[in-house]
């Protein structure tokens, strides 16, 4: 049965996994016992910070694998190695004028319901969130619409 999860990253993680044309996503060091869970089918929603915004969806394809080739870069955390590594395909990817801002689905999301309106962001502190299926059907649906919406 396919888990659900919102995975948080600075911009430059995210462009960097889109840039290898979302084929292949690194996890921090800090979510060792999180990623043990993850596997095949699972499906990761990105949300970037700064932005505040979805950015895209993606499948995973194949199990976690502990890697230390430095991939990914943050300046927020040079050392970071994002060393548990999955394969995914993308799913959604809409250009960016069409990523979703995520201070609306505060209201819409179950699993954000205990962090108070007000503080909506602390929702997304730290890098891996495990979600409800019907919150991530909801923000898949809109991002899919988004993306039709979009001019070619």
Known sequence: MARYWIVVGGPE???TTRDMGFTRHGFKSTRRNMVKRIGPGDL?????????????????????SEETTRIWHSSKKPDELYPFRVDIEPVVTPPEEAWLDAEPYHDRFTWTQKWPRANWTLAY???????PQADFELLRADM?????????
């Open 125 to 131: 502190q730290g890098n891996l969130h495990e979600v």
């Open 13 to 15: 993680i995210f462009a």
């Open 44 to 64: 990761l929603a990105f949300y970037v910070t700064g932005r505040k915004q979805f950015a895209a969806i993606a499948r995973v394809r194949s199990e976690v």
């Open 144 to 152: 899919a619409k988004a993306l039709a919406a979009t001019p070619p």
